[in-house]
């Protein structure tokens, strides 16, 4: 069971939770789904892929969108405020460490966007 499910969808697997500066959780996402396109308003976020395969979909403030895929080994930014989207491929979960800072305040934290880039 996971500790808690974020506001994308996916399951959170708390790992560091009582640092000042950051946190750590480890994100999972379902064989074939996608996350709800959303937008942090406060964190940075840098993601580790540990298994599985998929794409992940970001969009700066006023800029454009870019969609990578994703495998085990690949590390990415999230910056704060710009939209973003993920999703496993269809026959594997998508698994990746999420280190965020600061950390993560809650739910209120991702406020959802419009016109994600997958599907």
């Known amino acids: 069971m996971p500790d808690a499910i974020a506001p994308d969808g996916s ?12 946190s750590l959780v480890e994100v999972r996402l379902g064989a074939g ?7 942090h308003r406060s964190v940075e976020e840098i993601w580790f892929f540990l298994a599985g395969a998929g794409r ?3 969009r700066p403030p006023g800029g454009e969108a870019v969609t990578e895929e994703v495998r085990p080994g690949t590390v990415l ?9 993920f999703q496993a491929a269809p026959a594997t979960e ?3 460490l999420c280190y965020t800072s600061p ?3 809650g739910d209120h934290e991702a406020e959802p966007v419009d016109g994600g880039g997958l599907d």
Do not use: C, H, M
């Not at 789904?33 to 937008?39: G, W």
């Open 11 to 22: 399951e959170i697997y708390f790992l560091v939770g009582d640092a000042e500066r950051a």
């Open 33 to 39: 789904k996608a996350s709800k396109p959303v937008r």
């Open 56 to 58: 992940v979909w970001r």
């Open 77 to 85: 930014t999230i910056p704060t405020g710009w939209a973003f989207q």
């Open 94 to 96: 998508l698994r990746f």
């Open 103 to 105: 950390p993560w305040p």
